[in-house]
């Protein structure tokens, strides 16, 4: 009955407090750790056994993990090896380094100091992917990098464990056998999960699908989710990688969708479960004891993990917003520095006050994330200037069947030959002085984020037959063709792409037709070049045209393989052959038809 209770307890808190904050724009994971405060031991003391509770709201972290895992094919991480091991190992390392060195001129020793240069460059896989879930930014290019950064953290979790009895006093030479140990463990086990995984797991689901019992289905999921993150934990890595390997591994298989629905009810209560047991792990009498230096310790760790992250980013050639967005994300502590704290103070190489003090500054910078995200949201706006959608007319939709998002170079002129033959159409754009500019010389069109739901339902993207996406900016570019694909399956897209890449996450999305920037215009200079070469008209036209024709369908073929960089090359030059092919063949057939055929002089035309 008591845990009857508790149960209830959970609900009625989340139940209350979420929505609460969800009504003020603060979003549902503040919501649920002032939850957790409230009824945690600092406050009402409503439940006493937090450490228990947050173990087993772990699976919710495990949980979120597996169905990313999911969402994920083999051959799309690995193109993201990169990131992975270069932009995450350099995070982890360099912002070690700098907090270790801070530690170490507040009086910590070498070896306190290195364990918190690594434990607070560490960041909440938890709270970073649930925020940014929420603010539908998973698929941009940093919030791809946030999610690179935070699987090489969970790589780290079996040297960083191995790290501390190394540091202990007296303990290191007798723990470096059992540290190589353990690695090599590891490292079986992994390999073990991902061939086992192959062998064993699509066979297994199809043995309980036939079996046609969704409860049984539902069970199955989540037993291999909790047996592969218990494997993982036996050999002391993190569940959570466990869980993402499982997902990884079902990503190609035919149950991917019906995995993803029937673990999501469990992932979202589990998840929310955590991030109470995070606000209830906040100790308030630490705070009340040193409110001014727990507050400069949590300020100081976000900024100074913040301009790494943000250097890092500007490093591997991200935008200034985009490495601005990636550093607000990644600015707090994360759940692993709990773990390593815990056991940094059982080897005494840190005091046990020092390791409850840093706990609360890791937590209250998970609680301070969503802050700092609209802080940054906030400076984007004010650096950018923007004007708002008040001081532009109301959007006119008159019987307008066309939306034009990006009235740039290509927008203009499809909008120029709509207007020629009276076609009606509604133009979007985001830049102010490009919407300020074709306003004076007589264009009707209005300024706004055209991935914005609430703007595309202004402009009546419901009533519209087409959508001309001309949106310069690609990951602008995909986000509105998602936006417009989720929430008006109807209306066609015609879309411009920037490159090939553009193009094929553009087919990932649905679009109708996409038109390469240059491609076209490429083919015409082609075919006049040919034509100025001496080739007859007709030759030249018919050359471009099977190059247009087998390039087409060289993109369809990519596009299933776009993602696996070794493949993309093969297909390369496979397509390259077989159209030398095509061309070779060509000729002689030509010249088979000119043997057989009478040659005729133009006297004989005459």
Avoid at 319 to 329: K, Q, W, Y
Avoid at 515 to 535: K, N, P, Q, Y
Avoid at 573 to 579: P, R
Wanted: include cysteine.
């Amino acid at each position: 009955m008591p845990q009857l209770a508790e149960t209830a307890i959970f609900l009625a808190a989340a139940v209350l407090a979420v929505p609460l904050f969800r009504h003020f724009k603060l979003g549902a994971v503040l919501g649920y750790l002032a939850a957790g405060v409230i009824i945690g031991p600092s406050v009402l003391r409503l439940i006493a056994n937090v450490d228990n509770i947050m173990h087993f709201a772990e699976l919710g972290v495990v949980l979120l993990l597996f169905v990313i895992g999911l969402e994920l094919q083999p051959s799309r991480l690995w193109v993201l090896r990169r990131s992975v091991f270069g932009l995450g190992g350099a995070q982890v390392l360099v912002t070690a380094l700098a907090l270790g060195l801070i530690a170490s001129g507040f009086g910590a020793s070498w070896q306190s100091a290195t364990v918190i240069g690594f434990a607070l460059a560490m960041s909440s896989t938890a709270f970073v992917l649930q925020v940014l879930a929420e603010r539908k930014q998973l698929t941009t290019r940093y919030g791809r990098s946030a999610f690179a950064i935070l699987l090489f953290q969970d790589l780290a979790v079996i040297p960083l464990l191995a790290l501390i009895p190394l540091l202990a006093d007296g303990a290191g030479a007798a723990q470096t056998g059992s540290a190589w140990l353990a690695g090599l463990k590891a490292l079986v086990v992994i390999a073990a999960v991902v061939l086992g995984g192959r062998v064993v797991l699509r066979p297994a689901f199809d043995i309980v699908a036939r079996a046609d019992i969704q409860e049984i289905f539902t069970a199955a999921a989540l037993l291999v989710v909790i047996s592969v993150s218990l494997l993982m934990s036996a050999v002391g890595l993190s569940m959570s990688l466990g869980a993402f390997l499982a997902g990884v591994l079902l990503a190609d298989s035919e149950y991917r969708h019906e995995l993803e629905a029937a673990i999501e009810p469990f992932k979202g209560l589990l998840l929310g479960l955590f991030f109470i047991s995070v606000g209830m792990s906040v100790d308030l009498g630490v705070i009340a004891r040193e409110p001014l230096t727990i507050v400069a310790a949590v300020v100081g760790l976000m900024l100074v993990k913040a301009l790494i992250v943000f250097a890092i980013g500007k490093r591997a050639e991200h935008g200034t917003e985009s490495a601005r967005n990636l550093a607000a994300a990644l600015s707090q502590g994360g759940e692993f520095a709990f773990v390593l704290f815990s056991l940094a103070a059982g080897y005494r190489i840190m005091d046990a006050q020092l390791a409850d003090r840093l706990v609360v500054v890791v937590t209250l910078s998970m609680a301070a994330t969503p802050f700092a995200l609209a802080f940054n949201d906030a400076l984007s706006r004010r650096l950018h200037k923007p004007r708002t959608e008040e001081q532009f007319d109301t959007i006119d939709q008159g019987d307008s069947q066309v939306i034009i998002a990006g009235f740039g170079r290509v927008g203009q002129i499809v909008g120029r030959i709509l207007n020629v033959k009276k076609i009606p159409f509604t133009a979007l754009d985001r830049n102010p002085e490009q919407v300020e500019t074709v306003r004076r010389f007589g264009r009707k069109v209005y300024y706004g984020d055209a991935s914005r739901l609430d703007l595309l339902r202004a402009a009546g993207a419901d009533k519209a037959r087409l959508f001309v996406l001309a949106i310069d900016d690609v990951e602008a570019s995909i986000l509105t063709a998602e936006t417009v694909r989720r929430h008006f399956p109807l209306v066609k897209i015609y879309a411009r792409a920037r490159n090939r890449f553009h193009a094929y996450r553009l087919m990932d999305v649905g679009c109708e037709l996409i038109d390469r920037e240059t491609f076209r215009s490429s083919l015409h200079l082609a075919e006049e070049v040919l034509t100025a070469l001496g080739v007859s008209e007709w030759d030249a036209q018919l050359t471009v045209a099977r190059f247009k024709a087998h390039d087409e369908q060289t993109l369809e073929r990519q596009h299933a393989v776009y993602h696996d960089e070794t493949q993309l090359r093969q297909t390369s030059i496979d397509a390259a052959k077989e159209l030398e092919g095509l061309f070779e063949q060509d000729r002689e057939d030509a010249a088979q038809l000119n043997a057989e055929q009478p040659v005729f002089s133009p006297s004989d035309v005459r």
